[in-house]
Antibody
Framework: QVQLQESGPGLVKPSETLSLTCTVS??????????WSWIRQPPGKGLEWIGY???????NYNPSLKSRLTMSVDTSKNQFSLKLSSVTAADTAVYYC????????????????WGQGTLVTVSS | SYDLTQPPSVSVSPGQTASITCFGD??????ASWYQQKPGQSPVVVIH???KRPSGIPERFSGSNSGNTATLTISGTQTMDEADYYC?????????FGGGTKLTVL
């Protein structure tokens, strides 16, 4: 079955760029039937959708984060990545990658599975 | 922006039925999903497309969505069902999550 694993630094300094990678096993990021998403959860708080990338490289970002976000996909490594610039303490969170299953133009879409998550702390 | 509202907490006795609601404007016109998150674990989808159970999710989990409210129902609740539950829907190609409901089984 498909498994996702996040990786990247656990500590980032304020004003710098947070960079994470999600490695997919048991499936292909080159598939045209899924989006590849990032979701975060500040400690003790709820879930916030960050955005997704398609195998073609097309993206859709949360408007609240759009100006600081860059996502990319590497089909040769079966990975997709997230870069969030100019981070502050408010960006401290567990970051999850997830596969989004969708039925084109129907509104039927959900996240399954999720990675185990990685805690990123923004602090000097 | 679109908002989904959940009660912060719900309590239920073992073996009883738990209902967790999710309120959003014309939510019934969208598809709702529900995610279970146990402490220290990543979320797992328990209901998608309003009322579809993924394989491996017990039959005691069911969902409905109509009007402005989606509901997750857990029949014959077990202690292992104690967790945080999040509803989720899409609005203008943006995923929105509810604030989460802590289900206590006692």
């Amino acid at each position: 079955q498909v498994q996702l694993q996040e990786s990247g630094p656990g500590l980032v300094k304020p004003s710098e760029t947070l960079s994470l990678t999600c490695t997919v096993s048991g499936g292909s990021v080159g598939s045209d039937t899924y989006y590849w998403s990032w979701i975060r959860q500040p400690p003790g708080k709820g879930l916030e959708w960050i955005g997704y990338i398609y195998y073609s490289g097309s993206t859709n970002y949360n408007p609240s984060l759009k100006s600081r976000l860059t996502m990319s996909v590497d089909t040769s490594k079966n990975q997709f990545s997230l870069k969030l610039s100019s981070v502050t303490a408010a960006d401290t969170a567990v970051y999850y990658c997830a596969r989004e299953i969708f039925f084109y133009n129907s509104g039927r879409r959900w996240f399954d599975p999720w990675g185990q998550g990685t805690l990123v702390t923004v602090s000097s | 922006s679109y908002d989904l509202t959940q009660p912060p907490s719900v309590s239920v006795s073992p073996g009883q039925t738990a209902s967790i609601t999710c309120f959003g404007d014309k939510l019934g016109d969208k598809y709702a999903s529900w995610y279970q998150q146990k402490p220290g674990q990543s979320p797992v989808v328990v209901i998608h497309q309003d009322n579809k159970r993924p394989s491996g999710i017990p039959e005691r989990f069911s969902g409905s969505n109509s009007g402005n409210t989606a509901t997750l129902t857990i029949s014959g609740t077990q202690t292992m069902d104690e967790a945080d539950y999040y509803c989720q829907a899409w609005d203008s190609n943006t995923a929105v999550f509810g604030g989460g409901t802590k289900l206590t089984v006692l």
